[in-house]
């Protein structure tokens, strides 16, 4: 969730107020020379610093090759062994500097005093060694939990986008038979645009987010396009104003859209009339309406348009929560949507 500097910093800061906290709760403090002096201070001390290293042993070594492994009795093995070989560093280490002179007060905690000093002992290091553990633990389980569902994400948008492109083509590959059937001289200016399209898609849709003008000319290609076979009976009214160059967009995500208005505005036989309306706000606020009065389809193929906007649905939930509003109006003669999109 946080970039690689902003992670660095977190773990340095973290480490410092951990490290800290040792001194902070001594009787010696404010004095950490003295603290420092005393074999029970410095006991403590050592702790501290011995738990920091098992937390990033444990973080970033251990989990990973044991724990998401499934190999826990190892696992539990070693940060047993861990913590016991620790201990006997630190018996050994607070010996050592009584035998140099340091003397030792009555009610100092420190291994070999008396028995139950000795427990008492005992049981506040293991407890902190407990929680060192947990906590890399859940924060390990956390992190991957993320990673997981990010891909998750990304590999069920992949999936909806393989589902929209070929759909779109289709019709539009219908909408230029349409076009060779009646030998219509626009043909090959239906073609190029259909080039420049499917290039787009190649180059573009592999990104997370587009240029919102790229993605526009885009849409403007596609209703050039729808343009060549529209009849007289068909209205037709396109608005796009507002700011184009400073914001992006996830790509083909207002197509199905457009799409599904001129599949289902269409006709050669009875009136028909298509509205688009598109609008970007200094602020970033796209809006977007879109009109068409229902005609009688000839054919089943609308079915497919339906899946697209279903696809554009999930689309728009994945990559835009709580930062979108789509509301569609299915009436019995004309059909709209409304979609409101914080760039």
């Keep these: 969730m946080f970039t690689r500097k902003n992670n660095f910093w977190i773990h340095l800061i973290g480490s410092a107020v951990f490290l800290f906290s040792v001194f902070l709760f001594s009787p010696d403090w404010p004095n950490i020379r003295r603290m420092a002096q005393n074999p029970v201070g410095f006991g403590e001390i050592v702790f501290q610093v011995e738990m920091l290293v098992v937390f990033y042993l444990n973080y970033y070594l251990l989990i990973d090759s044991l724990y998401f492994k499934r190999r826990y009795f190892i696992y539990i093995i070693l940060l047993v062994s861990i913590f016991l070989f620790l201990y006997g560093v630190d018996a050994i280490l607070l010996h050592f500097k009584r035998s140099h002179g340091h003397t030792i007060p009555n009610h100092a905690h420190f291994p070999g005093v008396r028995p139950k000093i000795f427990m008492l002992l005992l049981n506040k290091k293991l407890n902190l060694y407990i929680l060192v553990i947990i906590v890399a633990l859940l924060i390990k389980i956390k992190q991957r939990f993320s990673i997981i569902q990010a891909q998750n994400i990304s590999n069920e948008l992949s999936f909806l986008k393989a589902q929209i492109n070929p759909h779109f083509f289709f019709n539009t590959l219908n909408s230029i038979y349409a076009l060779s059937l009646q030998k219509s001289d626009e043909t090959p200016q239906a073609i190029v645009k259909l080039s420049g399209m499917m290039r787009y898609v190649i180059k573009e849709t592999g990104s997370e987010k587009v240029s919102i003008s790229d993605e526009l000319n885009y849409l403007m290609d596609y209703i ?3 343009k060549l076979r529209i009849t007289p009976n068909v209205t037709l009214e ?5 700011q184009q160059e400073k914001f992006r967009i996830a790509p083909l995500i207002l197509i199905p ?5 001129f599949k289902y505005g269409l006709s050669t036989e009875e009136a028909a009339s298509i509205f688009i309306l598109i609008t970007i706000s200094n ?22 348009t339906q899946l697209g906007l279903i696809n554009v649905k999930k689309r728009l939930l994945l990559l ?7 509301y569609t109006n299915n009436l019995t003669q004309e059909f709209s949507v409304d979609l409101t999109l914080q760039l």
Excluded: C, W
């Design 224 to 226: 050039e396009l729808q």
């Design 238 to 242: 396109v608005t796009i104003t507002g």
């Design 257 to 261: 859209f457009v799409e599904n208005a």
């Design 283 to 304: 602020e970033g606020e796209l809006h977007m309406v879109v009109r068409n009065r229902k005609v009688q389809l000839t054919d089943e193929s609308g079915q497919q």
């Design 320 to 326: 835009y929560p709580g930062r979108h509003k789509l």
